[in-house]
């Protein structure tokens, strides 16, 4: 059975940082593009990060951003623990949301729609205080 489950959620000041995990289970994931969304109360889930693999290291990965979180957010992924990671420095109060993990097959070159992706987490709240 296949889970992605995150942690590393919480309460923040604005202007901190958190650092998200989304372990992934059931199969090896090392191919795989894997990618973060957020959900605020009556908002549409949206794009936040992106990361894909290509060659045997995770040096050679591409990275994707939406334009609210880029130089702010940082996705990295150890495919030798099937993890994916999203540093969160410098938030802002509109950074809250439910925050989920996801993952989908590399073939298709959109990685801001989230109904490419097969796979999901539960989510993991961040709130970030004024």
């Known amino acids: 059975q296949v889970q992605l489950v995150e942690s590393g959620g919480g309460l923040v000041q604005a202007g901190g940082s958190l650092r998200l995990s989304c372990a992934a289970s059931?199969?090896?994931?090392?191919?795989?593009?894997m990618g973060w969304f957020r959900q605020a109360p009556g908002k549409e889930r949206e794009f936040v990060a992106a990361?894909?693999?290509?060659?045997?290291?995770?040096?050679?990965?591409?990275?994707y951003y939406s334009d609210s979180v880029k130089g702010r957010f940082t996705i990295s992924r150890h495919n030798a623990k099937n993890t994916v990671y999203l540093q969160m420095n410098s938030l802002k109060p509109e950074d809250t949301a439910v925050y989920y993990c996801?993952?989908?097959?590399?073939?298709?070159?959109?990685?801001?729609?989230?109904?490419?992706?097969?796979?999901w987490g539960q989510g993991t709240q961040v709130t970030v205080s004024s």
């Open positions: 996801a993952a989908r097959p590399p073939y298709y070159s959109d990685y801001e729609r989230p109904n490419l992706y097969d796979y």
């Open positions: 059931g199969r090896t994931f090392s191919s795989y593009v």
């Open positions: 990361i894909s693999w290509s060659g045997g290291s995770t040096y050679y990965s591409t990275t």
